[in-house]
């Protein structure tokens, strides 16, 4: 499917609406009856139909669309494919979108039954006909909401204009839905007169067609629809300028106060990470090494391990950690958990003796923006503040799905799953319908189960990978 069409922002975030070789970012399909109503009758708002059934929640972006009664007689399914939240530190931009896709929900269960068994077969096996059904599941699939909202002073103009650049014909009706802590949210429909977005729509039955957009119509004209939540998690953050303070133990039981650990030294490297994560693991040696050249700079590190959270796993912790000599390795604490804020790990903080955070944090393995930070602190400058990717930067930025059932096939809500590359690693909670996904750079990842609900157990020495032209699996847990 052509970029620029699944959702506004695909110049910037690869969503990938196809099925076995790129699948739908998450499907979550809003309730469907098996008979459709008159397509001008769909999403028509009266008293008696405005009364809400659903609603889709993007926690990330931070806000809610209500699904009103009509809805549920929808020929086709809305589903909420992506919930990325802020597109990059410091960028002031967060996205939100969902989707419709020309498909029943028989067609949809039946697709989900192809995908498992294509799964646990050999690719000799399959039938072409079958591949060809997986691979063009989702190319009837198009975007009935943008959500973008702004804030820091930008406008939505300069959002949407700097992201598309020579794409901007895209761009269609702006819709303001309203305003919450501090970000102002938008509306941002595609331009349905492009050729591009007309070959997309051709694709549908007319049945169809004109149902997705008599609710891209509805959305744009019922702002009470939204309801805006404000921001809940994805890239949360201490803000530059903030204070840090807390009181924790380290992995040896001692009490230590943020103060204290701050005042040895000038600047100090804030380095959150798991037991359990390769590329935090991977990159000490190499933090270690750069402390020292810093020696006269009076520079130093401390860590947090985020899940030695007992004896056992601070022992596990302690015994990484020992032969690199850093100022001080923390416990777990939800007190430490709300000063220093993170989504993914290795995620690397700076701050200064007062204890404020210096510079915008970052995510990932990366000592080459660790020493340009460092460089610019000593030397009293202002380091870089992220901006907007361009679109060309984030070409192969896609959304990874894992499908997790129980032995009986039915999907279990609440595990929390990683997916790790050579770099960093990212984790997501699976909803009611057994989801979990992550938008992310087009890698290999390694998979593992993290936490499972009460009453099912998992091998915890399981594993699995992605390779980069996969984005969709189906793992299985047992309930006891």
Sequence with gaps: MKKGILALMTAVLLVGCKGYSAPAASAAPAPAASE???????PEATAESSESIASLEFPNTGFTITLTKDMENLKGLIMQPMDRGELEFGSGVVFGCAQYLGRTREEYTEYQKMIQEAESAKEEELEQSVLEKIDSFYDVCFPIINVIGVNGGRSIEDAVYSIFKENSALIGKTTEIGEKDGYRYYNVSMNMDTEMVQEELAKFPDEMKQECLDLIAYF???PEAYTLTGIKSAFQYAPVGSTISFEG????????????LFAQNDYTVVNVWRTWCKPCVEE???????????TDKK???????????????CAKAKKIIDPYGFTATLAYSEEVNRALPWNATPFTYFVDKDGKVAAYPYVGKNMEKCRSTLDALVAGKTPDIPSIPNPTESDGEKT??????????????GVVVSFCTEVNCNIAETDKTGTASFTGPAYPYHIQFIEVPDGYSYDKDFSASMNDDESTMTLTIEKK
């Design 249 to 260: 133990k380290d992995i040896d039981g001692n009490t230590v106060t943020s103060k204290d």
């Design 400 to 413: 990874y799905t894992v499908h997790v059932t129980d032995q009986n096939g039915d999907p279990v809500n």
């Design 284 to 294: 000490f040696p190499e933090l270690s090494e750069l402390v020292k050249e810093y």
């Design 220 to 222: 744009e004209e019922h």
């Design 299 to 313: 520079i130093g590190v401390v860590t947090y391990c985020a899940d030695a959270s007992d004896e056992e796993l």
């Design 36 to 42: 459709a109503p008159a397509a001008s009758e769909a």
